[in-house]
């Protein structure tokens, strides 16, 4: 009997009795910043040219799965993540109008990547037609739509593809009746470092579009910067393309693009890099630019009026926002208020969703609430009307407006699925429309409590609590929690089909609102960036600590997760508490303080994060960075680390370095992990079949952690 139930109890310990990982050699390097030395011992593992990272790097990919491929019950996790992630749920997003067509982004699995389609309206999906299917160029599933611009007749469209992940995207022409490419290929319009943008004439004859330098216009190692703004007539080469505007503008500067069709005029946004300082330029019918605004106006936003007004989102002496409409001066001082600051923040965007947008007599804005946000309907003058019909406690994924003063919303919650919405404020009829199908699950079993955690200085950081049905407040129960707390992103109510394998398996899910987001204005921006920073840590930490005291889980049940700017977060919570958790899953994070801005997208982030060169930025910086807080000796909890190869935004050097020194110093046997994708980057543009891999891993790998039986 002994001897059976010892052979059982080998047979459980086996799969992970994990092998001592790959050594890693030591080059120490040692580097003075304001009197103060650093030593560097893998400053070597940051040359991803180098024959030896690269085998360092395989080995350490073999390493990772000799552990992940053994864990028991892996395959039919498997087999639940893909049947979830690969159900055949159709899904419109980035939903673009133009007169009598809808153009839109089609999420259709199993099919790798999304595609272009264009139909006659949002009540009519089953009429669209395909424009560029990714897959078809690229059958490999390696090639993405970045995104799409159409000409203001919708009779062309412009789209920016890359591959694998890179996000460093040519614009191609396509036809809109023939689906055909058409005309010439702009090469180096998109990129990951500063992104990329478009705008049409209005005869659709040309375009205005970003530009990173070709050839030898700039040394290599500036060719991921100093964007600037071109013109490109359809049907002549690129080489003849008109330089419009950018040369003084900043190495690390970002542009947007806005124009209004009917008076053909060209709004430009430049961001100062990704620290939400702004300037912006009207160019007017004459062809020429004015600037009307510089980083120190605050101004963060700009968008066209239906007669082609500007208006302004300002947060100047206005750290939630105002509304502002500037006169045919075009001139901050003279620019009338038309909504005055409030009690809530109003919404800005740079990158993704639009949040702001005006129709033929109407202004809807979106305004965050706290983590959760609603959209308001005002006339142009900024009075308030009737706004459309919303789930409580949601988020609005973007905003789409339609012929007069009709809008397409796009809505979800943590239990709610995902759905775009028509209103029709003639009527003040809400639609749900069928542009997003039903998910393959459903969550309506789960509970959402929203609480607030007391961070160290005293600052009430909400948490929002997902709870299975059935679940004990006895401490007992497995919890994932997970946060960002950076560039003054909100982190907003979304709904995750595959969380409903957590809740099978009695997990509760916790998603906080940290400040270095903008859920509560400027403020709680600022009070998460440059100096400031720990601050993001200790909401976090506090987070970690009240799930724990309210006994929704234990220190033991407890795993943590996040991505890049959330990466750090988990990096920096890693080093500072590491017996607060039992499990890490960081995703494409940052972990070398010192170092990351020397990456070129590293650069574009000193405006949130800082600069070794200023001494009271290097020392806020030195003193949470997670690399050079990690301690020889200490005993750290199980840390998977997943990166993409391809990562053209947070460089993949990041994971390899802070896996090998948590690797040396750790005195503990949990596992210290790294999983380096090769066909993938960031997360944009990743294939389906890459996603269901990535999360197979980090659900068996956290499953295995906090002793969670499988399911079928």
């Given at each position: 009997m002994k001897s059976i139930r010892m052979t059982l109890l080998m047979t459980l310990i086996a799969p992970f009795a994990l092998a001592a990982p790959p050594a890693t050699k030591t080059e120490p390097t040692t580097d003075t910043y304001h009197g103060t030395e650093v030593v560097d011992p893998y400053r070597w593992l940051e040359d991803a040219k180098s024959q030896d990272v690269k085998a360092w790097s395989?080995?350490?990919?073999?390493?990772?799965?000799?552990?992940?491929?053994?864990?028991?019950?892996?395959?039919?996790?498997?087999?639940?993540?893909?049947?979830?992630?690969?159900?055949?749920?159709?899904?419109?997003?980035?939903?673009?109008?133009?007169?009598?067509?809808?153009?839109a982004m089609k999420r259709l699995p199993p099919k790798e990547q999304p595609f272009l389609v264009v139909m006659p309206s949002a009540e009519a999906p089953e009429k669209a037609?395909?424009?560029?299917?990714?897959?078809?160029?690229?059958?490999?599933?390696?090639?993405?739509?970045?995104?799409?611009?159409?000409?203001?007749?919708?009779?062309?469209?412009?789209?920016?593809?890359?591959?694998?992940g890179s996000e460093a995207g040519d614009v191609h022409v396509f036809d809109t009746a023939t689906g055909k490419q058409v005309h010439e290929v702009i090469?180096?319009?998109?990129?990951?470092?500063?992104?990329?943008?478009?705008?049409?004439?209005?005869?659709?004859?040309?375009?205005?579009?970003?530009?990173?330098?070709?050839?030898?216009?700039?040394?290599?190692?500036?060719?991921?910067?100093?964007?600037?703004?071109?013109?490109?007539?359809?049907?002549?080469?690129?080489e003849k393309d008109r330089y419009e505007l950018g040369k003084e503008f900043p190495r690390i500067g970002e542009i947007r693009l806005f124009a209004h069709n009917a008076t053909g005029r060209l709004l430009v946004s430049m961001q100062n890099g990704d620290g939400g300082e702004f300037a912006h330029y009207l160019r007017?019918?004459?062809?020429?630019?004015?600037?009307?605004?510089?980083?120190?106006?605050?101004?963060?936003?700009?968008?066209?009026?239906?007669?082609?007004?500007?208006y302004v989102l300002s947060r100047k002496d206005a750290p939630r926002g105002k509304l502002m409409r500037l006169g045919d001066d075009v001139d901050l001082k003279t620019a009338k208020v038309v909504v005055p600051e409030g009690k809530d923040t109003i919404v800005s965007d740079f990158y993704g969703k639009p949040t702001i947008v005006a129709t033929a007599s109407r202004l809807y804005v979106t305004y965050q609430t706290g983590g959760p946000d609603e959209v308001r309907a005002l006339t142009l003058d900024g009075k308030e009307l009737a706004a459309p019909k919303q789930p409580p406690?949601?988020?609005?994924?973007?905003?789409?407006?339609?012929?007069?003063d009709d809008l397409l919303f796009g809505n979800s919650s943590y239990v709610q699925p995902p759905a775009q919405y028509l209103f029709r404020p003639k009527s003040h009829e809400v639609k749900k429309t069928q542009l997003i199908?039903?998910?393959?699950?459903?969550?309506?079993?789960?509970?959402?409590?929203?609480?607030?955690?007391?961070?160290?200085?005293?600052?009430?950081?909400?948490?929002?609590?997902?709870?299975?049905?059935?679940?004990?407040?006895?401490?007992?129960?497995?919890?994932?929690?997970?946060?960002?707390?950076?560039?003054?992103?909100?982190?907003?109510?979304?709904?995750?089909?595959?969380?409903?394998?957590?809740?099978?398996?009695?997990?509760?899910v916790a998603v906080a609102n940290l400040r270095g987001g903008s859920e509560y204005g400027e403020a709680w921006h600022h009070a998460g960036r440059l100096t400031e920073k720990q601050n993001v840590f200790d909401d976090f930490a506090a987070a970690m600590k009240l799930l724990i005291d309210d006994k929704y889980t234990s220190s033991d049940k407890l795993a943590i997760e996040g991505g890049s700017n959330g990466g750090l977060l988990l990096g920096a919570i890693l080093t500072q508490h590491p017996d607060l958790m039992k499990c890490v899953i960081s995703h494409v994070g940052i972990y070398d303080m010192l170092r990351v801005e020397l990456s070129p997208n590293g650069a574009f982030n000193v405006p949130e994060f800082g600069t070794v060169k200023?001494?009271?930025?290097?020392?806020?910086?030195?003193?949470?960075?997670?690399?050079?807080?990690?301690?020889?000796?200490?005993?750290?909890?199980?840390?998977?680390?997943?990166?993409?190869?391809?990562?053209?935004?947070?460089?993949?050097?990041?994971?390899?370095?802070?896996?090998?020194?948590?690797?040396?110093?750790?005195k503990g046997d949990a596992p210290i992990l790294l999983r380096t994708s090769d066909s993938s980057g960031h997360g944009a543009g990743t294939a389906l079949s890459e996603r269901v891999e990535e999360l197979t891993d980090a659900y068996a790998f956290l499953f295995q952690q906090l002793g969670v039986s499988k399911k079928e």
């Open positions: 395989d080995a350490q990919n073999a390493h990772a799965r000799t552990y992940l491929d053994k864990l028991p019950g892996r395959d039919a996790l498997r087999t639940r993540v893909k049947g979830i992630l690969t159900a055949k749920t159709i899904a419109h997003f980035n939903l673009t109008h133009r007169p009598g067509m809808l153009f037609h395909v424009l560029v299917d990714p897959t078809e160029i690229d059958a490999k599933g390696k090639t993405t739509i970045d995104w799409y611009v159409p000409s203001p007749d919708g009779s062309l469209v412009a789209v920016s593809l890359s591959k694998a090469p180096r319009v998109q990129n990951g470092t500063a992104g990329g943008d478009l705008a049409w004439t209005p005869d659709g004859k040309g375009f205005f579009y970003t530009r990173y330098p070709r050839g030898r216009e700039r040394p290599p190692e500036d060719s991921d910067f100093y964007q600037q703004v071109w013109f490109h007539e359809l049907g002549n080469p690129t007017g019918q004459d062809g020429k630019y004015h600037q009307f605004s510089a980083f120190e106006d605050r101004a963060i936003q700009v968008f066209f009026g239906p007669k082609g007004e500007v406690v949601s988020a609005t994924t973007e905003l789409t407006p339609l012929a007069d199908g039903d998910p393959p699950v459903s969550l309506a079993d789960v509970r959402v409590e929203r609480k607030f955690a007391v961070s160290k200085d005293g600052t009430k950081v909400p948490v929002n609590i997902l709870i299975p049905k059935g679940a004990k407040l006895d401490g007992k129960n497995p919890c994932l929690l997970t946060g960002y707390g950076g560039y003054g992103i909100s982190v907003e109510p979304g709904f995750s089909s595959v969380r409903r394998i957590l809740f099978d398996h009695g997990f509760v200023d001494s009271t930025q290097f020392r806020a910086l030195h003193a949470y960075s997670p690399y050079h807080n990690v301690k020889d000796g200490e005993k750290y909890p199980a840390t998977l680390f997943m990166t993409g190869a391809n990562d053209p935004r947070v460089d993949p050097m990041q994971s390899r370095k802070m896996t090998a020194r948590l690797q040396a110093a750790t």
